[in-house]
């Protein structure tokens, strides 16, 4: 049973910074994962990509969050990390970490991120 926990939320000024980290379980090495990804839902509006990472090394960002954030991985510790660094009050959001295989999707359970301007 894969199993995805985030952590590193919290609350944090605008202009702060923050790390997310996701903690992957019950997969072998999330190497094997076709991509690895953060996605944020705000209130009242949609679930969206943030970032992502495929398997060999590609990275991906959102227009809004391009310069600011940096999604990385460790292979050998199940890993994966989102650092935030600029934040700004419309990036609140509950944040979740996602993974993707060829035959189906994992998700976490999701961190809340709170910027106060």
């Known amino acids: 049973q894969v199993q995805l926990v985030e952590s590193g939320g919290g609350l944090v000024q605008a202009g702060g910074s923050l790390t997310l980290s996701c903690a992957v379980s019950?997969?072998?090495?999330?190497?094997?994962?076709?991509?690895m990804g953060w996605y944020r839902q705000a209130p009242g509006k949609q679930r969206e990509l943030v970032a992502n990472?495929?398997?060999?090394?590609?990275?991906n960002y959102a227009d809004s969050v391009k310069g600011r954030f940096t999604i990385s991985r460790d292979n050998a510790k199940n890993m994966v990390y989102l650092q935030m660094n600029s934040l700004k009050p419309e990036d609140t959001a509950v944040y979740y970490c996602?993974?993707?295989?060829?035959?189906?999707?994992?998700w976490g359970q999701g961190t809340q991120v709170t910027v106060s301007s």
């Open positions: 019950g997969s072998g090495s999330i190497f094997s994962f076709v991509t």
């Open positions: 996602k993974a993707v295989q060829v035959w189906g999707d994992y």
């Open positions: 990472i495929i398997r060999n090394g590609v990275t």
